[in-house]
């Protein structure tokens, strides 16, 4: 198992680990920064530094595994390298990351409506819900969520035993039914405002989110919304 050390501290930007396995251009670390696509924030790049510069495509989540996938062969299994994430796409993915949290906590406050799907990129975040929402409701719900990001809200990350987590109401409202089956929980806090469990990776304070502008709307049928959004 990989030790995912974004999970500890996001704004972690370089690291040293060793190579555990190497099967052509796919390496494993001990230990990792690079965060991979999980939970809608898409995969880090960066480099590994060895004997060159290797450059870090992907990362995957595989078999309990973080994988990365270098540009070239030549990393070998037991070798010590230093790894560098790309920051700039980094701390786009965490303010965006911080952004959805915010918004999807206001419209399950307001209506009880769930996110259904999202998708984290760089500039533009979209966010599904399977309730008929309209596009001036966003822009009711977009407004909240600034007020809120506005304010300098401390975000925090803790790991608690699975049955200590499971006790905080609604804990697990992003999961629906399915709560993971493993024994410790991550539990990320936005201040007061929200308590959730959560694996991505997040800002210090709200202040750093900015505020959300409203990019684009689809209606994808009586109960599939679709709202984009960008920061600003
Ligand atoms: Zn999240």
Redesign the pocket.
């Known amino acids: 198992m990989t030790e995912a050390l974004y999970l500890k501290d996001s704004y972690l930007k370089e690291f040293e680990a060793t190579v555990i396995k190497v099967e052509g251009k796919l390496i494993v670390l001990n230990q990792t920064a690079f965060y991979p696509t999980s939970?809608?924030?898409p995969h880090d790049t960066g480099i590994i530094i060895a004997d060159k510069e290797y450059r870090v495509v992907d990362v995957r989540k595989k078999e309990g595994d973080i994988v990365h996938y270098v540009d070239s062969d030549g990393l070998k299994e037991g070798i010590k390298i230093k790894g560098v994430i790309d920051w700039e796409r980094r701390y786009k993915h965490m303010r965006m990351?911080t952004s959805?949290?915010v918004i999807s906590k206001v419209i399950y406050d307001a209506i009880g409506a769930l996110c259904s799907g999202n998708e984290i990129s760089q500039d533009e975040t979209r966010m599904d819900f399977s309730v008929p929402i309209s596009r001036e409701q966003f822009e009711v719900f977009a407004k909240s969520a600034n007020d809120v990001l506005a304010k300098d809200l401390l975000l925090k990350a803790q790991f608690l035993p699975r049955e200590e987590a499971m006790k905080i109401p609604e804990v697990c409202r992003?999961f629906g039914t399915t709560v993971p089956n493993i024994p410790v929980l991550r539990i990320?806090s936005i201040g007061d405002f929200d308590t959730?469990a959560?694996?991505?990776t997040h800002v210090k304070s709200t202040k750093e989110v900015g505020q959300i502008v409203i990019s684009g709307y689809e209606n994808k049928g009586k109960e599939r919304k679709r709202i984009y959004w960008k920061l600003s």
């Open positions: 939970g809608g924030q990351h959805a949290h992003l990320l959730e959560d694996g991505g």
